[in-house]
């Protein structure tokens, strides 16, 4: 073998082995849309197909901010409550108060972005288990929700807001571009850059990253604020595709972002997962919950067959890292 193809294999073989986790969760993808489409003949429509990016937007944006906090060995159960407590206040600033668009959804970011910023200081600051303050925060989340809206669901709103869920660029979905463009940047931050090899640090041993002088409580903290920013721009894209906002809105969301995190290949232990990895497992949630739906199973057993995936995703999960700990 000659040394350029000897290069060409090895460099291969390293493309490979670094992606191994992606590629495989490409290869599921793939065989379920290759079964789905067996089952179904509208799954491949292209109405189906833009349903499918619909589905995965608000599910995908909470999940990118689930990835950063469950690689830093957290979770966040907060983030439906975030995202509730955020679309109620964009909803009362635009009806209520009449502020403009863009200052209401400037508004419901400061307080996604608070929200997250006050689980980070717990968690980071504190040394408050994650679970417990997220489930806390969740909480408090919910009834903030239902002190600020009375009980009751906001509507009315204006017909901008309806233009951010219904746009589009060169006939794909406006909101599923700006969900690849962040998952972009996400991928890139973590790693290209300093603070994304931090927090990947901090996930894989925390007490070796402090050793090395990391600043293990800022990019902890980060993590938080930027799980709580993103389930308000979340809050945003929802209420634009629903035109109403209800005090329940969000509620389940941190299941979904969670199991897609889980299926993408990342450990709850923390220090291991991609976005990329992440990505996929959104885009598998939605296809498996369209193909629930093309296939007329009620929606009372789809509930069952998200936690299901979730037990076994996890169970994949504690077998893999098993393996990788045995062979090191």
């Known amino acids: 073998m000659s040394s350029s193809a000897l290069t060409s294999t090895r460099r291969s073989y390293g493309f490979v082995h670094r992606y191994q986790l992606e590629l495989r ?3 599921v993808l793939a065989l379920l849309s290759i079964a789905l489409s067996s089952l179904s003949s509208h799954f491949f429509s292209l109405g189906n197909l833009f349903n499918l990016m619909d589905q995965s937007v608000v599910v ?8 950063f906090v469950i690689l830093v060995s957290g979770i966040d159960l907060s983030v439906g409550a975030m995202t509730g407590v955020a679309g109620m206040v964009l909803g009362l600033t635009l009806t209520s108060l009449g502020l403009p668009l863009p200052v209401a959804i400037v508004c419901a ?5 608070l929200m997250g910023l006050m689980n980070g200081i717990l968690v980071s600051f504190g040394r ?6 997220t489930l806390g925060m969740m909480s408090i989340g919910r009834s903030i929700a239902y002190v600020l809206s009375d009980g009751t669901s906001v509507s009315s709103l204006p017909s901008e807001l309806a233009y951010i869920g219904s746009a589009d660029i060169f006939g794909v979905p406006l909101n599923f571009v700006l969900l690849v463009a962040l998952f972009a940047v996400a991928w890139y931050y973590l790693n290209y850059t300093k603070g994304g090899r931090t927090i990947y640090a901090i ?10 002088g990391l600043n293990v409580s800022w990019y902890t903290n980060l993590a938080y604020v930027i799980s709580g920013a993103l389930s308000a721009v979340a809050a945003v894209l929802l209420s634009s595709r629903l035109m109403s906002i209800d005090p329940v809105g969000g509620t389940g969301l941190e299941l979904d972002a969670i199991a897609a995190v889980v299926i993408g290949g990342a450990s709850l232990f923390g220090g291991r997962g991609s976005m990329i990895g992440t990505f996929f497992g959104v885009i598998i949630m939605a296809l498996i919950r369209n193909g629930l739906n093309l296939l007329n199973v009620g929606p009372y057993w789809q509930g069952s067959a998200i936690g299901a995936i979730i037990i076994i995703a996890v169970l994949a999960e504690r077998i893999a890292t098993t393996r990788l700990n045995k062979s090191r």
């Open 109 to 113: 970011l400061a307080v996604g972005t």
């Open 203 to 212: 996930g894989s041993n925390v007490d070796a990253a402090r050793a090395s």
């Open 25 to 27: 969760m490409f290869a």
């Open 60 to 67: 995908g944006i909470v999940a990118i901010g689930q990835t």
């Open 128 to 133: 408050v288990a994650p679970f417990i303050v």
